[in-house]
């Protein structure tokens, strides 16, 4: 266990709807990271946040957010969905140190019918 | 930005054998690099990293060299065992804007790594 949980595990939608996948980093950590994983692309760095601040932008579409609460938990919010969201979107969280290690959550699998 | 190339994209052994992933990096300034095992339906997870100060690192089967002056790094696995059957990622982190403070982990496309008994 990594200690960074994301909820849900799963989550099957149809296309256009909007979902929110939440995050819970490890204690202590104030730096939060959002991947995408799907089988072609690898894993994908979409936005990272610092104590609530947005703090470096991927490759995250204009139809995806997130926000990192005052308690740290993040929220990844994707709207419009298209079939080609369906991924792993991994959460990642680390102390906020350039150099030290991120520990990933067990991810979301998310699957757009 | 960082781009991250890994090779091979699958690699098959023998049990017993070494087994040997190379990456290369393109940003200067990234100064640490991480490996990342990810086993089927699971999350990556650390398994060894090494500093752009440091030339060689070693923990037990598992070893990293990183060149800085070619841009590139390996992962290499002794004497694998089919629990070393994965895939692997590297990643580089630098920072996002040249000069800038704001860092981002950028990560190869992986390697499937199969071990066979």
């Known amino acids: 266990d990594s200690g960074v949980t994301q909820t849900p595990k799963h989550l099957i939608t149809a296309t256009g709807q909007r979902v929110t996948l939440r995050c819970s980093p490890r204690s202590g950590d104030l730096s939060v990271y959002w991947y995408q994983q799907s089988l072609d692309q690898g894993l994908q760095f979409l936005i990272q946040y610092y104590n609530g601040e947005e703090r470096a932008k991927g490759n995250i579409l204009e139809r995806f957010s997130a926000q990192q609460f005052p308690d740290l938990h993040s929220e990844l919010n994707l709207s419009s969905l298209e079939l080609g969201d369906s991924a792993l979107y991994f959460c990642?969280?680390?102390?906020?140190?350039?150099?030290?290690?991120?520990?990933f959550g067990q991810g979301t699998r998310l699957t757009v019918v | 930005g960082e781009n991250v190339e890994q090779h091979p994209s699958t690699l098959s052994v023998q049990e017993g054998d070494s087994a040997v992933i190379k990456c290369t990096y393109s940003d200067s300034a990234s100064n640490y690099f991480p490996w990342y095992k990810q086993e089927l339906g699971k999350r990556p997870q650390l398994i060894i990293d090494?500093?752009?100060?440091?030339g060689e690192k070693k923990d037990q089967r598992i070893a990293v060299t990183l060149n800085k002056t070619a841009k590139h790094f390996s992962l290499h696995i002794t004497e694998t065992q089919p629990e070393d059957s994965a895939v692997y990622f590297c990643a580089a982190r630098g920072p996002i804007n040249s000069g800038g403070s704001n860092y981002k982990l950028t990560f190869g496309k992986g390697t499937l790594l199969t071990v066979n008994p």
């Open positions: 990642a969280s680390s102390v906020g140190a350039p150099d030290t290690e991120a520990f």
């Open positions: 090494i500093r752009s100060n440091v």
